[in-house]
């Protein structure tokens, strides 16, 4: 696997292809993000991975400077599933000069859930998204392909609302959580945890579960929908839990369901110190 730090060398780097897969990632991986590089390989004639933590995601009060860099090891979990090149820029090489330029979300799709309680945290992922595709896909000429997992279900659609209303000739590829054996979402926060914290983790998974069970016989009926995502947040509390959302949507905007759309069920919650997501389709 071949590492690359520049953008022109990404790109002296892709010239001989003509259909790059790609995985953008943050680093710190896991197998959830082994998984995804395993699902970009059959569709192009490269696959590549990027490692960069993106600073314009990141509240001034967020874990931005302490979140894990671990670049060598994660680049030899990257060769080992077939990874063919890796981009792992600096803050200098991605950003040579302060970003005036960004990609403003759909309020009524980035300014809720996630976004309610991470305002900005979508342009700065929408943002750093496009230049990745930019600097990735710009010489390609054959089917393009990004691949993102469903655990940040908002985010992915919102890359996929941005690949189509920008006309990007890019297909996004979800691909479905990866767990633990006992059901916890595979995350790179998850290092955070402590032993005690780890062992109570799954409990928001389970919760979610159960708020999806109700929400196949409620879904029609908003008062008693409101009350089963309140009963669900007030149990997590109970736990020693600080949730900010579990809640019941329409699978293709994020709505609140009004009859018979497919729906999915999402939350966030604190755990100590630590902020988990999850979600599920229902």
Request: proline share 7%; glycine share 8%; with cysteine.
């Amino acid at each position: 696997m071949k590492i690359v730090h520049s953008i022109e060398q990404l790109r002296q780097a892709l010239r001989p292809y003509d259909a790059p897969a790609f995985v953008p990632t943050m680093g710190n991986l896991h197998a959830g993000h082994l998984e995804l590089v395993r699902r970009a390989k059959p569709l192009g004639d490269v696959t590549l991975a990027s490692i960069f933590v993106n600073r314009l995601q990141f509240a001034p009060h967020e874990d931005f400077d302490r979140y894990p860099r671990t670049l060598q090891a994660d680049a030899e979990r990257l060769a080992g599933v077939g990874c063919d090149l890796l981009f792992a820029p600096s803050e200098q090489d991605l950003y040579p000069e302060p970003q005036g330029f960004k990609v403003q979300p759909p309020a009524e799709l980035a300014d809720i859930l996630e976004g309610q309680f991470r305002p900005g945290f979508f342009t700065g992922v929408c943002t750093v998204v496009m230049k990745l595709f930019q600097c990735v896909f710009a010489q390609a000429k054959g089917p393009c392909h990004a691949v993102f997992g469903q655990k940040d279900y908002q985010q992915l659609l919102l890359i996929r609302c941005l690949v189509r209303q920008f006309a990007l000739p890019i297909e996004i590829v979800g691909v479905a959580t990866q767990r633990t054996p006992d059901g916890l979402a595979l995350s790179s926060r998850n290092g955070y945890l402590s032993a005690a914290e780890r062992a109570e983790a799954v409990q928001l998974a389970l919760a979610l579960r159960a708020l999806a069970r109700g929400a196949q016989d409620s879904a029609d009926l908003p008062a008693e929908r409101e009350h089963l995502e309140a009963r669900a947040m007030q149990a997590l509390a109970a736990r020693g839990w600080q949730p900010d959302y579990l809640s019941v949507r329409r699978r293709a905007d994020l709505q609140p369901p009004q009859g018979g759309e497919p729906l999915v069920v999402l939350g966030a919650a604190r755990l100590g110190q630590t902020r988990l997501i999850d979600s599920f389709e229902v």
